[in-house]
T-cell receptor, first 113, second 119 residues
Framework: NAGVTQTPKFQVLKTGQSMTLQCAQD?????MSWYRQDPGMGLRLIHY???????DQGEVPNGYNVSRSTTEDFPLRLLSAAPSQTSVYFC????????????FGSGTRLTVV | AQTVTQSQPEMSVQEAETVTLSCTYD???????LFWYKQPPSRQMILVIRQEAYKQQNATENRFSVNFQKAAKSFSLKISDSQLGDAAMYFC????????????????FGKGTLLTVNP
């Protein structure tokens, strides 16, 4: 099925560990982004990309890295996990940087202990 | 700061009845987009309805409609003939620029309204 695929769905990390959350889309969307969802706070933008090779920071980028080597993939890297990064992470894509149509993945629930 | 406010943390409705979820926003832009997203327990974010600010006509999608009051910066969601499957967290969102004066955009979300549908 066409859409945004995120893996893994669940992950538990120990403080200080690193990991990569995967995001792939097969809709040839040029715009991709990562959000985190915390209780009582809605979703907040971490990083975004407007095309292969182009990324920029959102509202809460600290502790995360991204890269965009292909149109399809936009992985999110946690360099040294902290308990404050316990959250649900969503990847979203759209077909234009200023499009009003965003497609979300199913999310990754990350727990850092 | 540009914000989205959902003043009702929780709402409940009887099956087959109508419920309205409130949303207000703050923006200095003249052309923008507003959205309602539904998040069921599965966690998936599902687009329910969207509204372009330059359109005066309120958007409608089947049982879902909005009351868009641009001057009041209000964007409420009405769900008619509520069904058990409508139970979810509902988020109001607004498309804003990532950086002031920039050409890239993000979604700014409210904190959500948890809707319960009673049989």
């Amino acid at each position: 099925n066409a859409g945004v695929t995120q893996t893994p769905k669940f992950q538990v990390l120990k403080t200080g560990q690193s990991m990569t959350l995967q995001c792939a889309q097969d809709m040839n969307h040029e715009y991709m982004s990562w959000y985190r969802q915390d209780p009582g706070m809605g979703l907040r933008l971490i990083h975004y990309s407007v095309g292969a090779g182009i990324t920029d920071q959102g509202e809460v980028p600290n502790g995360y890295n991204v890269s965009r080597s292909t149109t399809e993939d936009f992985p999110l890297r946690l360099l040294s996990a902290a308990p404050s990064q316990t959250s649900v992470y969503f990847c979203a894509s759209s077909n234009r940087r200023d499009s009003y149509g965003y497609t979300f993945g199913s999310g990754t629930r990350l727990t850092v202990v | 700061a540009q914000t989205v406010t959902q003043s009702q943390p929780e709402m409940s409705v009887q099956e087959a009845e109508t419920v309205t979820l409130s949303c207000t926003y703050d923006t200095s832009e003249s052309d923008y987009y507003l959205f309602w997203y539904k998040q069921p327990p599965s966690r998936q974010m599902i687009l329910v309805i969207r509204q372009e600010a330059y359109k005066q006509q309120n958007a409608t999608e089947n049982r879902f409609s909005v009351n868009f009051q641009k001057a009041a910066k209000s964007f409420s969601l009405k769900i008619s003939d509520s069904q058990l499957g409508d139970a979810a967290m509902y988020f109001c969102a607004y498309r804003t620029r990532v950086k002031s004066g920039g050409s890239n955009y993000k979604l700014t979300f409210g904190k959500g309204t948890l809707l319960t549908v009673n049989p």
